[in-house]
């Protein structure tokens, strides 16, 4: 089986066909880090650790690499209102990023580049596109020659004279065309700064990828892939640039997945939905989270509501509750039963149907259908009289590897000690005190996993195990 691919740059479905056979070259555009990241950014880290942790199961090996932004306006804004220096800001929310996404599930890139330790390689690839003359500086600034570039919109599937209509140039800017696009900005009175040939200045924000990309992957990239609003104009412009350097394909593939809405709605801090992972993952399991995002196609929009979650999380709960009746009854079952290679047969074509929806362009939705019809085969053979530990044991091991790809193991049971209960209840008790009942219902809703049962009575809490 091949795996077929929906390829942005070519709008349909493509075969997948790495450079070099066994191996996947993949970036993936990471955050700006101001602040901690929402809902949104956190759509692109699951969908591509999930396509990243499926090419594994399919045997390749992935050098999987995603940025970070760590200069740029909105993080000089942010430091300048938090009296912070840039670097001492990007450094906290750098690892509030690793901690948030690594309760989703979510494993470290191979490489996580930050610009700012490639300043010189920028300096240099921009000093190639001015030698080339697709490039040239203008007090302090370097653009790009956007109409040198052949096959400029290829991506975004616009053309030069339909950007032309939209195109204005601002008073700050010096450029010589509107289409033009900033490679290195000048640096303003107090901001942080780098020494170049052009003056004191930055990166732009396009030409980070593509000088990062290229030192740590290569002229030509397998699979560049991002969120859906970043195909315009930043991958456009990372297009551009590499390839008018380099003269070769940037990437083959690239992937976007879609935008996610809050109760219908567009996400933004005017509408007061926005939402942050830090946040939300105090009220709702990291894994239900990660489970929701994955029941939708990657391609398609998301709409986040509590209805939908509870949803998400009553169906992970059902798998979960499968897998672990049959770990029960593997501690008690014994070898007396008479089917075993039908139900061998059964399992193995659910996951060779698991691979046939990731092959069709990781349909995690589909997969999720089959796991779940999976679920339904291990609650049918365990009303079966006789069970044998073969197919127990062969059920147990397709679930932890079709749940694996998912980024969504089964946990182990850590029981809490009496001392863990009664902290757990004191913090309880102090957020009801602190009027934050979304921490307290959290609290409740961790013991009650753990099998601990709480009552609020008129003498305190009591608990017990279940």
Same mark, same amino acid.
Not at 10 to 29: A, D, L
Not at 30 to 51: K, L, M
Not at 375 to 385: D, F, H, I, Q, R
């Given at each position: ?76 804004? *942010?430091?300048? %209102? ?103 900005? *000048? ?13 004191? /200045? ?15 992957? /290569? ?8 969120? $859906? ?53 105090? $009220? ?21 509501? $509590? ?19 049959? %770990? ?8 007396? /039963? ?11 074509? $659910? ?5 046939? *929806? ?10 999720? *259908? ?36 998912? /980024? ?6 850590? %029981? ?38 709480? %009552? ?11």
């Amino acid at each position: 089986m091949t795996i077929q691919l929906y390829n942005t740059l070519t709008r349909k479905k493509e075969p997948f066909v790495p450079i070099t056979e066994g191996e996947v070259k993949m970036y993936v555009c990471g955050p700006t880090v101001y602040n901690y990241i929402h809902i949104g950014n956190a759509r692109p880290v699951i969908v591509f650790d999930t396509v990243r942790r499926y090419l594994d199961y399919r045997g390749y090996h992935v050098t999987y690499v995603s940025n970070f932004t760590d200069v740029d306006d909105k993080i000089i804004k *942010a430091a300048n %209102e938090l009296g912070e220096e840039v670097p001492e800001l990007t450094e906290r929310f750098i690892q509030a990023f690793f901690e948030d996404v690594g309760a989703l599930g979510c494993k470290k890139a191979d490489m996580h580049p930050r610009v700012t330790d490639h300043i010189q390689d920028v300096i240099d690839f921009i000093s190639l596109l001015i030698e080339k003359e697709y490039a040239y500086e203008s007090e302090g600034d370097v653009y790009f020659r956007t109409r040198k570039f052949d096959g400029y919109g290829k991506l975004s599937h616009q053309s030069i004279d339909e950007l032309k209509v939209g195109a204005r140039i601002q008073a700050s800017e010096r450029k010589q065309d509107a289409l033009d696009f900033v490679l290195w900005k *000048a640096a303003k009175p107090g901001e942080i700064s780098w020494n170049s040939p052009w003056g004191e /200045g930055r990166p732009g924000w396009h030409i980070e990828c593509s000088v990062m990309a290229r030192q740590l992957l /290569g002229d030509t990239i397998d699979i560049h892939a991002g969120g $859906q609003d970043l195909t315009f104009p930043h991958h456009e412009n990372e297009i551009a640039q590499s390839e008018a350097l380099t003269g070769e394909t940037f990437a083959r593939y690239w992937m976007h997945n879609g935008y996610i809405n809050i109760d219908n709605e567009k996400m933004s801090k005017s509408l007061g939905n926005f939402v942050t992972v830090h946040d939300i993952i105090q $009220q709702i399991d990291p894994q239900v989270l990660r489970f929701f995002m994955l029941s939708v196609h990657y391609r398609s929009p998301v709409n986040f509501s $509590q209805d939908l979650v509870e949803s998400a999380s009553n169906g992970l709960d059902r798998i979960r509750t499968a897998y672990q009746n049959i %770990e029960h009854r593997l501690e008690v079952s014994a070898d007396n /039963g008479d089917q075993h290679d039908i139900w061998l047969h059964k399992i193995q074509e $659910q996951q060779t149907a698991f691979e046939e *929806a990731m092959d069709d362009d990781f349909n995690t939705a589909n997969g999720i *259908a089959v796991i779940f019809e999976l679920a339904s085969l291990a609650n049918v053979y365990l009303l079966e009289k006789n069970t044998e530990k073969a197919v127990l044991e062969a059920f147990l091991k397709t679930f932890n590897q079709l749940m694996d790809v998912l /980024g969504l193991p089964f946990k182990e049971k850590d %029981e809490l000690n009496d001392e863990a209960v009664d902290q757990l209840i004191e913090e309880r008790l102090e957020a009801r005190k602190n009027r934050d009942f979304a921490r307290a219902d959290a609290i409740r809703g961790e013991l009650k996993e753990q099998g601990i049962l709480l %009552e609020d009575t008129a003498q305190g809490v009591r608990w017990k195990r279940a």
